[in-house]
Structure formats: structure tokens, C-alpha cells
């Protein structure tokens, strides 16, 4: 480890190099002089620690010549031993990171990973993940073999370096449970696009790598037009096994449904979710509760992960910002809530941050730019039309421009730049109106009206329209759905779910508009449904294991934790394919 030295101390050693004073080496490095003192280039570098003072030294020596690096990597090394800072750049950050491998000038090293691993893209993540790997980088290969994983769909599309793997190096990517893909075909194309590179060498490859696609997760249709009927795969008997597995596997998965066992065999093994939604709190069986579960969209399964200590709550809003799970306002039964509860998904612990200006029952809530926006709600005596917003970085609310139209149990999402809310009970009647907030200019506009009044309406961003879903319209709960863009201020019709509700959870997940639990008209539900943009169909997701509406969801990207999270992903059946 590097030695440590106080600032006042570092900076008087500075001064001294800077001038050149004092100094007690001079490393030469083809033919360029270095004056520095021993003792600092020791603290940073185990190199010349060994270098100044093994039994094979003279310890008077002065003068040391060092091979095997340039001259300007040798002043960065010697100004980082001072200076504790280099300027890293995409020119200098390779050479840097050898030759700070090369002295073992590990605080400089980590620096270097920790730039190589800011730059990842699309374009450089597998060299780096080779290059990493090489000088034993493992913190920064973790975080590049990560990378390629949640981005694989984009890589196979994007970077020729994806060509150039070998069959051990896919292979590797190919068989993870947390690799990133929304459809298994997507496996299959990208096995085929790397044969296709290079088909003589590679076309013998196929039976080894066809058996990691977890085929039984695709649709019946596909495995027969895609896969079976592929000429490569028609022309390798060993494949044949294979198909006919996923095949039975997959007609058995149509006529009975998902089960437990899926998860031990590869073929049928749902891949780990990146993004996980929550759905928090709410309303059941007459008392608000402290209820959280957990959808794995991959999976198709929820999890209880409540935490028993969190207090109940209900009518509030939820929002994730940098790392947390914000519950903003809402309501136990008793008490009108104008607090804020923050929750680690990693740690699993919740935590109070400053308070709301108002109480908020029946809140909407969005997340923008870093802030935190909470709109309208009911304060316990009125519907109120403030809004405020909250700076983590300052752990402050701060009132903004007031809206238009006194809303609670509206509903709020954001889109392209600014807030949309629609909807609401001004506590005279369920409101069509809509108004934007724009952050720029601290203004509200209202913006055209919806074609049916909703109150308890889900309201969220998929694409680039904003759909308004559900609610209630003074009379009854609505299965209705309408989406506005905002480039013509217009709404129209969508597809109506399958169930009426008001007071919901929504979310988008995995490209697909999640409908969660509500109240139908005559009881709370725990049943949940997707909407699709592509076919324009609703359809049935597996159901909440609580019964509540009242609710509000948020997705959590990313976890490094996130097998607490999902569906046990338990170890595979001997031999299963």
C-alpha cells in the first residue's frame, strides 16, 4: 500500500522538487535527468522502495538509469508520487496504467482503472475487458464484463471487437444468468452473426454453443421457423437433440404454465432482470400497510421483501433517485403525512430526510433533472395546488410556481424535459384537465384535456407519449387508456385493460407499461397487467401477493444485490440442459 503523509508535509516535499533542492536521486530515462528524493518515490512505489534500499544497493548511489519506459511516463510517475494527481487522458491512459503497473505504483494504478472504467461504451468495453484481464485489473474487468452484459443487445449490433471473441470468450458471455436481453432469440442472432465472421473456422462451433441458448423461452413459432429450420443448425446433427429438448420443453411450458423446475434447467431458466420494480406501501384489508414486493419481469414472479420495522403508509408517492427509493408524503389512517422516507436497496435500511413544506395525502410525485417534484394532494382539510421539490445534495424542499388546478389523487410522470400531471379530485368533482411544469421557466400550462374525467389515475411516459390509464370518473372505475403527444396536443384512445381500477401502481418495465393492484369498485386487488406498444395488446402478468391499492411503484436499476430481489436462481439439475 502507498505510504501516507500529511498535507503540510507533501507540500513542503513539492516546493523542494519543484526547485530542485534537497534532492538525493536522479533517475535517468533515455537520457533524460529526473531529480527527485528517495524517500518520496518509496512512499508510492514499492519499485524504488526495493530499488533505494535492498541488500544488493548502495544506498549512497545517486544516479539510477530505468529501462523500459518513456520519459514522460517516468515524470508522471515521479509528479504523482508528490502530487498524488496526474492528468489522465484517453492518449496517455493505457501507457500510464503499464507503467504504473510496471513500478507498482498502485494508488496511480487504480486511478488509471478507475478512468478506463468511466469511458466504457459500446465501442471499447471488450478491449478493455481483454486489456483488464491482461494486468490483472480485476476491479475494472469486473465492471467491463458488467458492462457487456446489461448493453449485450446494443454490443452485438455495435462494436466489431464483439466479432473478434473467442469461443471461450463468448461463450462466457452467453451462459450468465444476468445477461442483459429482453428475448433468447437474441442469443441465437448474435451466435450466428459471430459464425458468419469468420464461417470456416467457426461453423463447428454451433453444437457447442446452441445448447446455452435457453431455447424453451422462446415462442413455439420461432423455434421452429428460426432455429430447426436455420440451415447451419440442419446441417449439424448434433443440434438435433437440442432442438427437439426446447421444443418438448416449450410445448410442455404453453400447456402448463411456468413452474419451479424451470429455474434448475438452463434451457428453461429465465435470465436475472437488470431493473427491478417495487411496489410500495398501500391500502388492504382496511388498513394502510408496509407491504413491499419485488417483480423479477424476467422471472414473471413478485417477492416479498418487506422490511417489518417501516412504519405503514398509504397514498404516498414513490420515486428512485441516485441510488435510493424515495416514499414522499401520505397517509396511516390517522395522520396526513408531510414526511419523507428514503430506502438503500443494497443495505435494506430505510431513513428520514428533511420534511415536506405541506402535507401531502394522495401526492404526485416525479423525478427530474436530480430533483425530487411532489405535487397537490390533500393536507387533511383541503386539495391543495402547491408543488415542491427536493435536492438530495442539500437534503431541502423548495416551494416552485403553484399549479393551475388544486389536484389530489392526480397523477404525474416526466417527458422530454418537463413534468406532466393529469387528472386529480379538486374535492368538487374528478378533473380531465392537464397542466406541464416547465423547470426553466418555473411555469405551469395547461395543456389540452383528456376525453374522460380520472381521478386515481395512473399516469407515465412509454415512448415518447405520456398515457393516462384507469381512474375514476365520478360514476365508476375505468378500464379506459389514452396517450397524448405532446408535438400535436392531442390525446387518443388506446386499448382499454382488462380490469378497472383507480389508485394503482404503474410503471414502465422492460419496455412493457405495468398496471399494479388498485381498487376495481368494490375491493382492492393484487392483480397486474401489461400493456404492449408493439402489438397494442394488454395482457395478464403474474399476480401481487398482497391484496391493496393506494400504492406506488418504482424501478430500481442495476442492483449489485439484486438476487434479494428476484426469483431464486437455484443451482441447475446434473446434466440439464
Known amino acids: 500500500m502507498e505510504r501516507t503523509m500529511s498535507a503540510t508535509t507533501r507540500t513542503v516535499y513539492k516546493e523542494l522538487w519543484l526547485k530542485g533542492q534537497l534532492s538525493d536521486v536522479v533517475i535517468m530515462v533515455e537520457g533524460t535527468a529526473f531529480n527527485a528524493h528517495k524517500i518520496i518515490l518509496c512512499g508510492s512505489s514499492s519499485y524504488f522502495r526495493v530499488l533505494f534500499t535492498g541488500s544488493w544497493s548502495n544506498t549512497d548511489r545517486r544516479e539510477y538509469s530505468i529501462p523500459g519506459v518513456s520519459p514522460e511516463m517516468m515524470k508522471l510517475l515521479i509528479q504523482y508520487a508528490y502530487t498524488r494527481a496526474v492528468p489522465i487522458t484517453n492518449d496517455n491512459v493505457q501507457e500510464l496504467l503499464v507503467a504504473a503497473d510496471q513500478f507498482a505504483v498502485l494508488g496511480l494504478l487504480q486511478d488509471c482503472c478507475n478512468f478506463l472504467e468511466s469511458q466504457l461504451c459500446l465501442e471499447n468495453c471488450i478491449g478493455i475487458w481483454h486489456y483488464a484481464k491482461f494486468y490483472f485489473c480485476s476491479e475494472l474487468q469486473s465492471a467491463a464484463h458488467r458492462y457487456i452484459l446489461r448493453h449485450f443487445e446494443d454490443l452485438v449490433e455495435a462494436s466489431n471487437d464483439f466479432l473478434e471473441l473467442s469461443l471461450d470468450q463468448l461463450l462466457n458471455i452467453i451462459e450468465k444468468d444476468d445477461l442483459n436481453i429482453k428475448q433468447e432469440d437474441v442469443v441465437f442472432e448474435a451466435i450466428l452473426r459471430w459464425i458468419n465472421h469468420a464461417p470456416s473456422e467457426r461453423r463447428g462451433h454451433i453444437s457447442v454453443l446452441l445448447p446455452k441458448v435457453r431455447m424453451a423461452l422462446m415462442e413455439l413459432q420461432h423455434i421452429i421457423t428460426k432455429v430447426r429450420d436455420n440451415e447451419l443448425v440442419k446441417q449439424t446433427k448434433e443440434c438435433k437433440a437440442t432442438v427437439i429438448n426446447a421444443l418438448k420443453a416449450s410445448h410442455y411450458r404453453t400447456i402448463n404454465g411456468p413452474s419451479d423446475l424451470d429455474f434448475r434447467k438452463l434451457m428453461t431458466r429465465p435470465r436475472q432482470p437488470c431493473d427491478i420494480m417495487l411496489s410500495i406501501g398501500g391500502w388492504s384489508v382496511g388498513n394502510p400497510t408496509n407491504a413491499m414486493e419485488a417483480y423479477d419481469a424476467r422471472g414473471k414472479r413478485w417477492l416479498n421483501v418487506t422490511i417489518p420495522e417501516e412504519s405503514p403508509r398509504a397514498y404516498h408517492g414513490a420515486a428512485y433517485l441516485k441510488g435510493w427509493v424515495y416514499c414522499v408524503g401520505g397517509f396511516d389512517g390517522v395522520n396526513h403525512f408531510n414526511s419523507v422516507r428514503k430506502f438503500d436497496p443494497v443495505a435494506r435500511t430505510w431513513h428520514e430526510v428533511a420534511p415536506m413544506h ?170 397486474v397487467e401489461y400493456y404492449d406498444r408493439e402489438t397494442y395488446q394488454w395482457s395478464n402478468a403474474n399476480n401481487m401477493g398482497i391484496f391493496r391499492s393506494a400504492l406506488s411503484c418504482c424501478v430500481v436499476p442495476g442492483l449489485p444485490n439484486v438476487a434479494d430481489y428476484i426469483a431464486p436462481r437455484v443451482a441447475l439439475l446434473p446434466g440439464s440442459q
Not at 401531502?360 to 408543488?387: E, H, K, P, Q, W
Not at 378533473?431 to 381521478?455: D, G, K, L, V
Not at 396536443?489 to 381500477?501: A, D, G, L, T
Request: with cysteine; charged share 15%; aromatic share 12%.
Open 358 to 527: 405541506s402535507r401531502r395525502c394522495y401526492v404526485s410525485v416525479v423525478v427530474l433533472d436530480g430533483f425530487i417534484y411532489a405535487m397537490g394532494g390533500f393536507n387533511g382539510y383541503v386539495r391543495v395546488n402547491t408543488a415542491e421539490r427536493y435536492e438530495p445534495e442539500t437534503n431541502q424542499w423548495t416551494l416552485i410556481a403553484p399549479m393551475h388546478e388544486q389536484r389530489s389523487d392526480a397523477s404525474a410522470t416526466t417527458l422530454h424535459g418537463k413534468v406532466y400531471i393529469c387528472g386529480g379530485f379538486s374535492g368538487n368533482e374528478c378533473h380531465f384537465s392537464a397542466e406541464t411544469y416547465s423547470p426553466e421557466t418555473n411555469q405551469w400550462t395547461m395543456i389540452a384535456p383528456m376525453t374522460s374525467r380520472r381521478s386515481g389515475v395512473g399516469v407515465i411516459a412509454y415512448e415518447d407519449l405520456l398515457y393516462a390509464v384507469g381512474g375514476f370518473d365520478g360514476i365508476h372505475r375505468l378500464q379506459s387508456v389514452e396517450a397524448y403527444n405532446p408535438l400535436t396536443n392531442s390525446w387518443r384512445s388506446i386499448p382499454e385493460m382488462y380490469n378497472p381500477r383507480s389508485n394503482f401502481g404503474i410503471e414502465v418495465v422492460d419496455d412493457l407499461l405495468f398496471v399494479v393492484g388498485g381498487f376495481n369498485g368494490s375491493s382492492t386487488t393484487n392483480i
